[in-house]
């Protein structure tokens, strides 16, 4: 797989996450992100300079901002000749963006471009309940005012409830959290596994805040310094000490595992990463933090397949590793996205499975297991939050700095997605 | 100033009439620098004490250059007017004093100088370095005038300046940006002060080729505390003059930070400016802009309280930002790369304080630092000299920020009021003068403290 | 002058209901006094509720023109006092010119002062100045403002001074954005603002005080134009605005933008080209 070039990932931004209807319930997506756009050009001087492109999106978004990251640069220090699209990948938007973004800029389309995401459940778009959009539709068409009354005389008090979009999905009924269950039960993750590994990211975090880790990958806003579910006192033993919220559909009570502390918030907030061809990064004398080297996507059928519903991953790695011919092991770091403690644990434990990685990979052995202590150095999305679009954007800068100041080394992101998708790439310097 | 309730009363007719019937000092407007101002908003008079003066040659020149109409005679009628029409800047080359006789003449020119200076008028005396004279007569007669324009200061009016200069042998052709600085309205509140040029040796630049209006152009500048206030201000002045910035503040004032870097089309840098490493981190990150020109250390906290209650957490937070924090970086820059470190031709300019030379009660450790910080200047001043760079300190007075509105009103209006131009000073006075010293036409000062004050009577 | 300080901000409902029950004496002097409010608290709520009806972002940092929803009480204070010159209700706003140095900033805390001056006869009647401050409390006015008040039929001395020369933006005969005002932005805002001032709230009161029907805010549209040029303007700036013709609600109303040498110049006009806002930006003077 030989590329012309290979995309550096030059810097970040991004703004403290903050957890649902909380510092951040009045900003709106556009906010957020034209705040961490606007960081990102104080940190690299980017005033009125032109982009190749930008590309962002957010999971939740209301119908005026179908354009969303267009007006973000537009109400931003960039230049307003900067190209934009949207894009909406699940929770795996914020990767895919840079994925796009870097590709260009190995194929020679573009030299740089920012990818980002952002998302908010506090200012979520409301929509009518189906029954309202009805007749609102109706008396939309009518073409007299007689028929607009008599369309709108139709309304019933029920009708008027709106309804607020659920981290559901649509296909089962079920939330995110009890499709997560089902495969945590499945796969026989203990519930102090899951404990430990949400106490070690809440560590990991404060310590990387506290070794100033995130002072060039982020800028302040609202008042919020720090992302605010972070609690740097936690430890296995308090969140033991928490009831399970999510229960496996089917299954028994006896078996629930997940609670709110190792299962990930609601959150708003915004990232941002710059990213660059080699030349364009030296030219303005910056630092190349690591090349984004290939990426990877998969989907499971999580509906009538028989497959969890956040599994995918577990398919994009070990296609991804095949194509670059390396192992699971061939990395000195991995960033999993946490959407769950217990979905980090269930992929971990697939590829050390023979069973699943011959009959579901058809693999000959078992990708096998990596170095724990290589996993999340920094914390993930169980302590610094997951605001859906924007955690891809959060994790690629947060590899490559911690590649860079490794001196060099080679990292692994993946990341699980709404709809039974997998987003997976290589960071190396 | 908006809520200077004083200064709105004295100015209004009727309390005009009232403040000058019970001796109430007026408060005068000071002329402000703007882009495009001439150097001068009219004539000046230059005057040389002795006939062994040696800088009036090269104040006639710079005066002609900035297209000042100059009058040596100072009887002669101005501009079409009469022998007493105002003139906007006096000039008084009173080197070569040989005895306490030769001050007659100082007089002799000041005296009528004092009624024909305008509003916001300047006027400058330059002698020669006190130090350097051996001879009793001749250093008590240097020495005298430095009682003599301190005093003058205090008697000047309608937010006129009299300054003295110091200049070194052999220093009276690297003048132009300290005559420039002096005579033109960037000096608003700097009065009754003594700057010395030329007294560290060794220096090395040229003022030749410098645009005036944009003195800074091409130099990249590292301004700390550049989040708010007064960095704020020094950011955006520098922008003005021309020089890339480099915005650093605490990462907790990032969101302000960024504004301040974007508003001036500079960069970012957040950083805890006493962490290790931090010298490292803003070498590193000027590296993209090629290296650093200018470093102004203007990042200061107060934890204020009096010494019988005062514990060493926060003793030592004062020390560590406002003193530690700039000799650790002071050192990184020495030690660094001439082609993408600090650039041989430097410029280091600190932020000192009142309070570091006069003492300010509750601030014992505000005051220990800021005293530091001018002993930091003095010995570092030879250090740079070998790099053609520069150190030099500002020590604001009474200047109208969100700091001083922590005051008591009582101090706060006292603050105000003591000074020779009845007046607090503002972030853009500081700002100037931290830009004049970081100007590459100002190589010849080093090691220097200026008061920027507006001559304030409390203290020294 | 001397200053009055106010232990809270008046509440604009009472003052209208005042200024329209109230007998008035109508003074023929402006009140010889500066009205103080310190400590005027900013409610990041607020802030992000007056964004919304205006279309500014929501930061940390006020929209240019919110420190009017501070300054705008006390102006109303002063101006539905017994004595002075002109009545509020129906009162018109002609000009609104605000410099600000520095953007301000949620959680400052803040001194607002408002005080009237320039009391002068108009062609068709008598206006007045509302000179507004606000910054931290030894900050040179961060913010500075000046409304010009128009009262049709009352009457005031000529003039001796000359008023600044007022804008005159070069934008153009095609416009750069055409707006759907909606029917209730006067209520919204209104509700933002406490302007509930019944020629933008009520047709028929906008009627008895001489409009052709229900009103934008002026200061509304000013902020609107401004957020409009969100990312391109400076920060420390002189914005100046005349509203003319009053903006109908509902309507079009078309926004044309012009960048020049050191802003942006705008204006807002109805669908047949009468000028509702002329509008500058410039550096902050």
Redesign the interface.
Known sequence: MASPRRAAVVGANRIPFARSNGAYARASNQDMLTAAL??L?????L??ERMGEVVAGAVLKHSRDFNLTREAVLGS?LSAATPTYDVQQACGTGLEAAILVANKIALGQIEVGIAGGVDTTSDAPIAVNDDLREVLLEANRAKSTAGVVKALAGLRPGQLVPEIPANREPRTGMAMGEHAAITAAHWGVERTAQDELTARSHQNLAKAYDA?F???L????LGL?KDNNLRADSTAEKLGKLKPVFFPAGGDKAEATMTAGNSTPLTDGAATVLLASDEWAAE????VLAHLVDAETAAVDYVHGDEGLLMAPAYAVPRLLERNGLTLQDFDFYEIHEAFASTVLATLAAWESPQFCKERLGLDAPLGSIDRGKLNVHGSSLAAGHPFAATGARIVPTLAKTIHQNGGGRGLISICAAGGQGVVAILEA | ???D?YS?FVN?GFGRAVAGNVGLPPVPKLRRWQPGQPLLSGAALLGTATADGRVAKVVRAVLADAGVEVHEDPAAPIGGGSSSSKVAAAVLDATGLSSPRDLAAVQQFLTPVMRRVGPSGRILVIGDVPAQAERPAVRAARRSLEGLVRSAAKEARYGATVNLVHVADGAENDLESTLRFFLSSRSAFVDGQRLDVGTVPGYAGSSAGTDWEHPVTGKVAVVTGAARGIG?TVA?TLARDGA?VV?VDV?????????T???V????????IT?DGAGEAIL?HC????GIDIVVHNAGITRDKLLANQDTDRWNSVIDVNLNSQLAINDLLLASSDDDGFHRGGRIVTVSSMAGIAGNRGQTSYGASKAGVIGLVEATAPLLADKDATINAVAPGFI???M??AMPVGT?EAGRRLSSLTQ?G?PIDVAETIAWFAQGASYAINGQVLRVDGQNYLGA | ?P?ETLDSAPTLGALYGRALLTARSGGSTLPDRTLELVNATIDADAVADYAHVCGFRVG??LPITYPHMLAFPLQMRLMTDREFPLPAPGMVHLRNVITQQ??L?VG??L?V?VHAERLVAHPKGAQVDLVS?V???????AW?SRSTYFVRGASAEEPTDAAPPEPEPHVGDRPHAVWTVPGDIGRRYAAVSGDVNPIHVNGLAAKAFGMPGTIAHGMWSKARVLAALAGRT???VTVDAVFRSPLRIPSKAFLYTAATKDGWDAALRSKKGKDHLLLTVRPAS
């Open positions: 606007d960081g050009v104080a940190r690299f001087g005033t009125e220090r100033g995130f002072d060039d982020m800028t302040p806003f310094t303005r004398g910056l630092p | 100033m908006s809520h309730w709105d209004s704020r955006q890339t915005a990462p907790s004032a990032g969101d302000a930070l960024a504004h870097a974007n508003d089309g500079g960069t970012a840098l957040q950083l805890d962490s590193e590296r993209r802009h090629g109208e920020t969100a001083t509105a706060r607090g503002l | 002058m200053t940390g940092e520095r953007p900033a400052e805390p001194v002062r401050t910054g931290l409390p030894d900050e040179e006015a500075h400076d920060e420390a």
